[in-house]
């Protein structure tokens, strides 16, 4: 039973102080290709609980559960084994009904967490410092760009042809309101990143470079030159990594001297979920601090020389001046970044290398299966877990084709670059520590007869 407790007198009143004639016409900035035209198809108007419940039921068995089928999805969201323990501790009380906390130094409990989250963070990425967490990686890469923004006194930001186009849609839509000027390019099916363009369009003009590692297609680069080349004009070099797992193998940014390094932590502790809510990772060196938005929890000790916690550093609009503020993020993805702190401390370092270990040997025995399969190409010269193949068709089709056969078999670059033909025959394939030799010769097999 639903409560409204307004009157329609009670509606007309606030639409007439509004100054509009309708509840639709609070919706007109909302694109009309975006709107519904009516009630949503396939739902009945007035049902029992227990109708609607076997509805959405029967709506539930036609999706294709990722983790019933061969499955090699990737680009920034990764289909990782989560232990119990980390679903089970976060469902404790305590954590699962805490908020942003407003007077923070009452809640240790959360302080304390966020504090090793931030450490464990840091670790990873290399960096100095770490945050409390962001929203997502895309806005947590936008957020960098505005900090490079601040710290240069710049407004032209170069982002990486290999950078995810998801991240670079959030940062355009962003740079609409701050003027910012962002210089990208779609990438190339070809073995290496684009290291020796990204240096030489650097200009005193730039305000930070940003590159993804692993990127897009999964290409792996020494980020030290850039870094050093970014410095030699007063830039920054933005180091982005939706693949945390990745930094179990890899050289953190932070080692190559990246000054700011963000990303997207779902692959620990979080599962897919539909795409949401995930957790922003953002660290930057010592020095760039203040700039840094979000929030920054701090060790201390109380009148009586305990051990305690406090929320050192707050530069959202809520805390202070809203033109002093850093960010409009106001709050942090707790619960994830939880779920995120304790995938990792049940890890640890070894752990968490011979994670990275298993995945990377995993997508080495897919990769040198799949290429050769007849006509398949594999790109990649390097790679982590995560590897593109070039069809000698689009991929789209056949991407289509293995999913009615209950195989997903990645993620076609038709569908993130529809509108580059070049990349159109791009098939970028995840390996993680779930996928089977089985799933791999299922794919082999079905992409065989596909490309037939």
């Known amino acids: 039973m639903r ?47 227990m109708a609607v419940e076997r509805h959405m039921t029967a709506l539930a068995r036609k999706n294709l559960t990722a983790g019933e089928v061969p499955f090699f999805l990737g680009c920034g969201a990764y289909k990782h084994h989560v232990p119990a323990s980390v679903d089970h501790l976060i469902q404790r009380g305590e954590f699962l009904t805490a908020y942003t906390p407003y007077q923070p ?22 960096t100095d410092v770490a945050n409390a967490s962001m929203y997502d990686g895309s806005t947590a890469c936008w957020e960098a760009i505005g900090m490079a923004r601040r710290i240069t006194k710049r407004g032209r930001a170069i982002l990486s042809s290999g950078l995810h186009p998801h991240y670079v849609s959030v940062a355009k839509t962003m740079a609409k309101y701050t003027g910012d000027v962002l210089d990208t390019t779609a990438p190339w099916l070809v073995p290496a990143m684009d290291v020796d363009r990204l240096i030489e369009k650097i200009d005193d003009d730039t305000s930070c470079v940003v590159v993804q590692y692993p990127d897009i297609l999964g290409r792996i680069a020494d980020l030290t030159e850039l870094a050093a080349a970014c410095h030699a004009k007063k830039a920054l070099l933005i180091a982005v990594v939706t693949e945390p797992v990745a930094m179990g193998a890899l050289k953190s940014p932070g080692e190559m001297d990246a000054d700011i390094v963000v990303g997207e932590g779902q692959s620990l502790g979080v599962g897919l979920q539909f795409g949401g809510p995930y957790v922003g990772l953002f660290g930057c060196k010592d020095k760039y601090v203040r700039q840094m938005p979000g929030r920054l929890c701090g060790e201390t000790v109380d009148a009586d020389g305990r051990r305690g916690f406090v929320l050192t550093l707050s530069t959202r609009e809520q805390h202070i001046r809203r033109e002093k503020a850093t960010s409009n993020i106001c709050t942090n993805s707790g619960l994830c970044a939880l779920a995120f702190s304790i995938h990792m401390t049940l890890l640890g370092e070894a752990g968490l290398r011979r994670l990275a270990g298993i995945n990377h040997a995993g997508a080495c025995r897919a990769a040198e299966r799949l290429a050769q399969v007849p006509g398949v190409e594999l790109v990649n010269e390097g790679f982590f877990n995560e590897f593109t193949l070039k069809l000698p068709v689009e991929a789209r089709p056949v991407v289509r084709a ?9 993620v076609s670059l038709g569908r993130l670059y529809p509108d580059e033909a070049a990349l159109a025959n791009g098939l970028v394939v995840a390996v993680t520590e779930t996928t089977a030799t089985e799933d791999v010769e299922a794919l082999a097999s079905a992409l065989t007869d596909a490309l037939a």
């Open 402 to 410: 293995l999913a009615d056969q209950g195989i997903l078999a990645g």
């Open 3 to 49: 409560y409204l407790p307004l009157t329609q007198p009670d509606r007309d009143a606030m639409l007439s102080v509004v100054g509009v004639s309708s509840i639709d016409d609070l919706f007109v900035d909302v694109p009309e290709s975006a709107r519904l035209p009516g009630p949503i198809a396939g739902l009945p108007n007035h049902a029992s609980e």
């Open 105 to 126: 130094e009452i809640a240790q409990g959360t302080l304390q967490m966020l504090f090793e989250f931030q450490t464990q963070v840091a670790r990873l990425l290399g």
